[in-house]
């Protein structure tokens, strides 16, 4: 991340660097020229209040980024190498922010006359104001939205829209469900407590309606404001099929994921809840003498396995005393790493985040540890004692293993997830003659679940992230496995648990899933709860995994599932699992004992059949045995292992 400074020449007495009333922060994805043009609006029309200006271009194409860098003017300019899409980026420029307000607003916007100070005043008119958005009218000066409302299915409701603006009925303030993101303010600290954007709606739409109903969870309303008007676009950003993101998908995707969260205040109008207080993960001011340690991944972070395993790494060097330090290429905000964490039941208090290119401006840390998925590690060691977790030694070129080669001296040891990893990557340093370092398995830290033992266990659960390809984790084949299964007789229901990935072919895959799955009892929970899916658990007397189905291990080794943390999370459930026979899931499963190991779609529905209709008290030693397995994977064992590692004082000879 580069933040370029404020050129005040061309300032007016309102913007005000330094103690500004309200933030104003824009994201530019290769629209330099309609960025530009809000930004000349907001000069010649922002007065009343103090203000600065923060402009996020979220990983543009270097010829619209030199665009908007040559404009000069009052407002600060942040530039990120990658595309963190519209919550995130705008989570990120928020942290930036210095005022006690912020106003988010598309660069597709263009404001009038007077346009911020009744947005202000609603505030001060308002005691129970959480939000409040302008009335938008199209370019053609026809109504776009004089606030917004929401049935019970999710789908948004634009007052007016087409209309007359200047009809009275569009001219009164109200209490609205939502304002459009597009132009909205509230107060900083609001914004921190609902922990800003939410990340499941990556890479855009719902996230403005999901903000707003996480502010009435505060007890706060969101109002229309109608004496500040501005004039917007609409879409110009998401609408270009040139950026790549082929969005056309993704906002009825979005409503499913809005309506799972949503449905009780759809349905009542009412919150049921009340969002729990959350203290930001921000770091700490440390004595100067207490270790450092970082944590680096190249990769995106969420709540998935790699995020896990990396996040519960960084808690146990916390909890050992070291100031830690997460390092990724680009920038992530504190609110989604504090979502994260709390999704994930760990404690990150006082865990600083910053870039790679910062984090080797530091001293060397005590501790560092490096991600990847390759024999070599993605960067340079920066520290005194240096671990490389390689999560699987994937494919890599020689260019590039050469290019690495003497990185490799500097790292200590290999920490991997299993004795599937081991061997791989033992295979790949023998193939290109790499260091014979020291390999330790340090499995990843599996939830213990309590489940109600009482609940009736009928159904079929399956957990993975919705995405093709190398990693896919074939809920297309248990779908299809589930309808023979269903139609030769066996009525049990399938629950597919698992987030959704931005990229459009990861999308593509999801609605096919749901395509397959027409007419059938199978049930899609996208990003669920904790709660939720330690329901569905209870209620699930099968696992299904599918990772790694068909794969020849002998030539693709690297598309087997490498560990497997959802089916011993299942286990320690007392859910039976049904395992792919290969990867990290074949070593977790004993086959017959605590579970079972199928080869083919056929042995998948027939012992599948035999469970489900096998009497309970026949199931109960597996599950019992499962339960003991998955301890064998515990928050306690992955700290210890860790902390064993630590307390070396020497590299291994």
Request: net charge negative; with cysteine; hydrophobic share 35%.
């Amino acid at each position: 991340m580069q933040i370029r400074p404020v050129n005040l020449a061309s300032a007016s007495r309102w913007y005000s660097e330094d103690f500004p009333k309200v933030s104003i922060v824009i994201l530019n994805f290769n629209k330099a020229h309609l960025t530009v043009e809000c930004l000349q609006s907001i000069w010649k029309h922002t007065r009343g209040y103090s203000y600065e200006v923060i402009v996020v271009d979220n990983g543009s194409q270097p010829v619209d980024f030199q665009v908007l860098s040559a404009f000069e003017g009052a407002y600060k300019l942040v530039r990120l190498e990658l595309n963190r899409f519209f919550g995130e980026g705008s989570n990120i420029g928020a942290e930036l922010a210095k005022g006690e307000f912020l106003l988010f607003m598309n660069n597709d916007v263009v404001v009038t006359p007077n346009w911020l100070p009744p947005l202000l005043e609603a505030f001060r008119d308002h005691p129970d104001c959480g939000a409040a958005g302008p009335k938008f009218v199209y370019p053609d000066g026809l109504l776009q939205e004089a606030g917004a409302l929401l049935d019970e299915e999710g789908g948004s409701v634009q007052i007016g829209k087409f209309q007359d603006p200047e009809l009275p009925r569009f001219n009164r303030g109200r209490v609205v469900d939502y304002v459009s993101g597009a132009t909205v303010l509230l107060r900083k600290k609001t914004f921190e407590q609902v922990l800003g954007f939410d990340l499941i709606y990556e890479p855009a739409y719902y996230e403005d309606v999901d903000l707003c109903l996480k502010v009435g969870q505060l007890g706060l309303k969101t109002y229309y404001v109608p004496e500040s008007c501005v004039v917007h676009h609409e879409n110009a950003t998401t609408s270009d099929p040139e950026h790549g993101l082929h969005l056309h998908n993704i906002i009825e995707i979005n409503r499913k994921k809005f309506v799972q969260r949503w449905g009780d205040y759809l349905k009542t109008g009412r919150h049921h809840d009340s969002i729990p207080a959350t203290t930001l993960i921000n770091e700490e001011t440390l004595p100067a003498e207490k270790p450092a340690a970082a944590v680096f991944t190249p990769y995106n972070i969420t709540q998935g396995e790699g995020g896990k395993y990396l996040l519960a790494t960084a808690e146990v060097l916390l909890q050992s005393g070291y100031q830690v330090w997460l390092v990724t290429p680009e920038k992530f905000s504190v609110l989604r790493i504090t979502k994260i964490a709390g999704i994930l039941g760990l404690n990150l208090h006082g865990l600083g985040i910053t870039t790679l290119k910062m984090a080797e401006l530091m001293p060397r840390f005590d501790i560092f540890v490096a991600m990847g998925s390759e024999v070599v590690a993605p960067v340079k060691a920066l520290g005194k004692r240096n671990f490389y977790h390689c999560q699987y030694p994937l494919p890599c070129t020689q260019d590039e293993i050469n290019r690495r080669r003497s990185w490799m001296t500097e790292y200590e040891a290999f920490i991997v997830y299993s004795d599937f990893v081991k061997n791989h990557v033992i295979e790949q340093l023998v193939r290109y003659g790499l260091p014979d370092l020291a390999i330790h398995i340090v499995p990843p830290p599996v939830d213990r679940l309590t489940v109600d033992s009482s609940t009736s266990r009928t159904g079929i659960i399956s957990v993975g992230r919705f995405v093709t390809g190398d990693h896919c984790n074939r809920q297309d084949l248990l779908i299809r496995a589930f309808r023979r299964l269903y139609e030769g007789g066996v009525k049990s229901e399938l629950h597919l648990v698992g987030s959704t990935h931005p990229e459009p072919r990861h999308r593509e895959y999801f609605v096919e899933c749901q395509r397959l799955s027409q007419g059938l009892p199978v049930h899609f929970h996208v990003d669920a709860s904790p709660n939720t899916l330690t329901r569905l658990y209870a209620s699930s007397s099968v696992y299904w995994h599918g990772a790694g189905f068909g794969v020849n291990t002998t030539l693709e080794p690297e598309k087997c599932e490498y560990f497997g943390n959802s089916v011993a999370e299942a286990m320690s459930a007392g859910v039976i699992p049904l395992v792919v026979n290969n990867g990290g899931p074949a070593i977790i499963v004993q086959d017959s004992w605590n579970g079972y190991s199928y080869d083919t779609e056929d042995r998948l529905i027939e012992l599948t059949r035999e469970i489900l209709l096998q009497p309970e008290q026949g199931l109960s030693e597996m599950r019992e045995r499962a339960r003991i397995r998955a301890g064998d994977f515990s928050k306690e064992s992955f700290a210890s292992c860790w902390q064993t590692l630590l307390q070396c004082h020497s590299k291994p000879e």
